[in-house]
């Protein structure tokens, strides 16, 4: 029997929201990220969807969902700060700021007790991070999405990455980390059959990690 690719997975989740600058490596490091269901890139804080209101208001955002069961939102804070150019990005435009919107009050603590964290290991210069209510998202164009998985074309199209799985499709935003450099090798073999890939497609991909 032909393998299914995972697309969907009906576990239940929970979001979080992170601008980190531009988005395209975020969607990378938090695909490849154990208990990450699915991620999608947008902005948030905008009031209409036109393409130049989006860039003219906006922040660029990834969107996660996680298990709960198998990462944290302490983990997820964890490798915001660890991965984020928070002091750079301060000071560029609204666009590329650096923010943690948070979806539930235990969200929003967690959030101001990291940043306390990081402020005390960084000294005396003060983190502009902003710690907001998340806004409504609105997803980026489809060209943005998974941005390193779609420049292997013959993957995505075996896939069958519609627009809309490009979104919310588990084994892309998985690909899309791996095929970034990320999560690596012993991570990759270990989940490669449970994420539905072909034996051309978990070649690939170990060739590409190796």
Same mark, same amino acid.
């Given at each position: ?86 002091? *750079? *990005? ?121």
């Amino acid at each position: 029997m032909q393998k299914q690719p995972l697309h969907h997975v009906d576990t239940p989740y929970e979001k979080a929201t992170f601008g980190m600058g531009c988005y395209w490596a975020p969607d990378s490091l938090f695909g490849a990220t154990k208990g990450v269901l699915r991620t999608c890139v947008g902005y948030a804080g905008v009031t209409t969807e036109t393409q130049s209101d989006i860039q003219e208001d906006l922040t660029e955002v990834i969107e996660i969902h996680y298990d709960p069961e198998k990462i944290t939102y302490s983990d997820l804070l964890e490798l915001f700060w660890n991965n984020s150019e928070y002091r *750079v *990005v301060a000071k560029l435009k609204r666009e590329y700021m650096s923010v943690i919107m948070y979806h539930n009050e235990e969200q929003r603590q967690s959030a101001e007790i990291s940043k306390a964290i990081r402020q005390a290991k960084d000294g005396d210069e003060l983190i502009a991070t902003e710690i907001v209510p998340a806004s409504e998202f609105h997803p980026a164009q489809s060209h943005n999405q998974k941005y390193r998985l779609q420049g292997h074309v013959d993957i995505t199209q075996g896939l069958g990455l519609t627009p809309d799985l490009l979104m919310t499709s588990h084994v892309a935003a998985r690909l899309n980390g791996y095929l970034a450099g990320l999560g690596g090798l012993e991570q990759f073999e270990a989940e490669a059959d449970y994420l539905g890939l072909t034996e051309a497609q978990i070649q690939y991909v170990k060739n590409y990690l190796s």
